[in-house]
């Protein structure tokens, strides 16, 4: 089963506007990461945020953890046509093995219309 | 610096083929690992391998084999290929399997099994 969910799975906003993605899990987290996926390509890493930290910031991105609700959010401020792309939260998880293996969430497939 | 590549970038083939995936890194990471992306599925870990000369088993491995032949490629070997790994496929490299690493990754490979 996924670790994070993303909700919603799908957004259409227009450019200028803002966009909130929120990721839940389920289990305790060291720390949660944010990738972006453009159409046809791989995944991207954007931001990385700890367990004890609460928010923050990379340009125009802003994401939160609540660790309490086991959730985050990813916002991009201010968006731009150029941010339409798959959005994606992970976390790590245990293997069967012992070590920790990066485990991600079906996605939100954000539209910015010009 | 070319990151991760990926080879072929599309391949079609007959049920019961076989085939091998091509990835190698230029990044000196020691971690590297196999992804297939569903639609509606997120991504699932196929096999990863920690550092050269080790292999382990994901979320989905049956029906595929890998090889870490040195610390730049790993391959996946699709030995019987079945419709149900018409997949894209994505290699991901990381300089250690730490929680605090973060993933970088190739441009997939989008595979058709008929």
């Known amino acids: 089963s996924q670790q994070g969910e993303e909700d919603p799975q799908a957004l259409s906003i227009q450019e200028g506007e803002n966009a909130t993605m929120n990721c839940s899990y389920k289990t305790s987290i060291n720390n949660l990461q944010w990738y972006r996926q453009n159409s046809g390509r791989g995944l991207v890493h954007l931001i990385l945020?700890?367990?004890?930290?609460r928010e923050k910031h990379s340009g125009r991105l802003r994401v939160t953890l609540d660790t309490s609700k086991k959730s985050s959010s990813l916002l991009i401020t201010a968006s731009r046509a150029a941010d339409t792309a798959s959005y994606f939260c992970a976390t790590f998880r245990l293997s069967q093995g012992g070590s920790e293996k990066l485990v991600f969430g079906k996605g939100t497939k954000l539209t910015v219309n010009p | 610096n070319a990151g991760v590549t990926q080879t072929p970038k599309f391949q079609v083939l007959k049920t019961g083929q076989s085939m091998t995936l091509q990835c190698a890194q230029d990044?000196?990471?020691?971690?590297m690992y196999w992804y297939r992306q569903d639609p509606g599925m997120g991504l699932r870990l196929i096999y990863y391998s920690a550092s050269e000369g080790t292999t382990d088993k994901g979320e989905v491995p049956n029906g595929y084999n890998v090889s870490r032949l040195n610390k730049r490629e790993f391959s996946l070997r699709l030995e019987s290929a079945a419709p149900s790994q018409t997949s894209v496929y994505f290699c991901?490299?990381?300089?250690?399997?730490?929680?605090?690493?973060?993933?970088?990754f190739g441009s997939g490979t989008q595979l058709s099994v008929l």
């Open positions: 945020i700890r367990s004890n930290e």
């Open positions: 991901a490299s990381s300089s250690t399997t730490g929680s605090n690493e973060k993933l970088f």
């Open positions: 990044m000196n990471h020691n971690s």
